[in-house]
């Protein structure tokens, strides 16, 4: 349970004072279990929303995605009309806008970043990773005109970083 790991976390380290939100279910399996889906990927995180304004928290970075956007024409920016069209990306906008549309004064600043596509060493081959279905698909020649963003997990990492570092606050 969420607000079971977030209390021993309390325990271990009074002084804390932000919270980054990164678990989700991701990929087919919110498609198989769309319930638990927007159960973890929304419910749980204003949980945590709530337990961070409860707890005297000041900052919470909520990791989204740029799956948000859709199937879109051109470079997306932040601007672009969000156009989910998997469950795991209708969960994600779901909990952007109730995490954004909740900011008031005295609670904590939030912060909500979407990244790319993310890619790293495993200990085995991940075939249900994208980055190695759109090469098949690639490959296979039927995504001929594929694009999406990728980046290495230390690439989120130092972003994350940067951010808890510098203090953004939106």
């Known amino acids: 349970d969420t607000l079971v790991l977030l209390e021993h976390i309390a325990a271990d380290d009074e002084d804390a004072d932000v919270v980054v939100h990164l678990a989700a279910l991701v990929g087919p399996i919110c498609e198989v279990d769309s319930e638990d889906s927007w159960r973890t990927n929304c419910e749980s995180v204003v949980r945590v929303k709530d337990w961070v304004k409860a707890h005297g928290n000041t900052r919470m970075i909520f990791s989204s995605t ?6 879109t024409e051109g470079m997306a920016t932040e601007s672009t ?3 989910p069209t998997s469950v795991y990306a209708e969960t994600k906008v779901a909990v952007e806008r109730h995490l954004l549309d909740s900011i008031n004064p005295g609670g904590p600043a939030v912060t909500v970043t979407r990244f790319a596509t993310l890619f790293g060493i495993s200990s085995r081959m991940r075939f249900d990773l994208t980055v190695n279905t759109f090469t098949h698909l690639c490959h296979s020649n039927f995504y001929k005109n594929q694009a999406r963003l990728q980046a290495k997990v230390r690439i989120k990492s130092m972003v994350s970083m940067e951010n808890l570092y510098f203090g953004i606050k939106m």
């Open 66 to 71: 740029c799956s948000n956007y859709g199937i």
């Open 81 to 83: 009309p969000l156009t």
